[in-house]
Nanobody, 126 residues
Framework: QVQLVESGGGPVQAGASLRLTCAAS????????MGWFRQSPGKNREFVAA????????DYADSVKGRFTISRDNAKNTGYLHMNSLKPEDTAIYYC???????????????????WGQGTQVTVSS
């Protein structure tokens, strides 16, 4: 069993940067793929970024490519989402998630992820 806790969200101005942190409990987290998703009011939860456990291969949604960077520190059981050049449309609750299935690739589908954090709010004002 893995428990995930996000932190680092908050209100910022457009153009600012934030770093979200996902702290995981459980020794198996280092062998799980990790993803970040977000959800804004009235919209479905959407994929933001994912990282493979064994070689840190990454994938990003087109809307954040070049601005966001996902990373992880398996020794610390922690994942990160570095967000630069934030835009008002990035406003959402951000969730980290862990995928325990040993699939070759990393998934952008929320249904592939088994464990979820409670989310952290990011609000970007113009």
């Amino acid at each position: 069993q893995v428990q995930l806790v996000e932190s680092g969200g908050g209100p910022v101005q457009a153009g600012a940067s934030l770093r979200l942190t996902c702290a995981a409990s459980g020794s198996t987290f280092s062998t799980y793929h990790m993803g970040w998703f977000r959800q804004s009011p009235g919209k479905n939860r959407e994929f933001v970024a994912a990282i493979r456990w064994r070689d840190s291969m990454t994938d990003y949604a087109d809307s954040v490519k070049g601005r966001f960077t996902i990373s992880r520190d398996n020794a610390k059981n922690t994942g990160y989402l570095h967000m630069n050049s934030l835009k008002p449309e990035d406003t959402a609750i951000y969730y980290c998630a862990a995928d325990k299935t040993p699939r070759l690739g990393i998934s952008s589908s929320s249904s592939s992820y088994d464990y979820w954090g409670q989310g952290t709010q990011v609000t970007v004002s113009s």
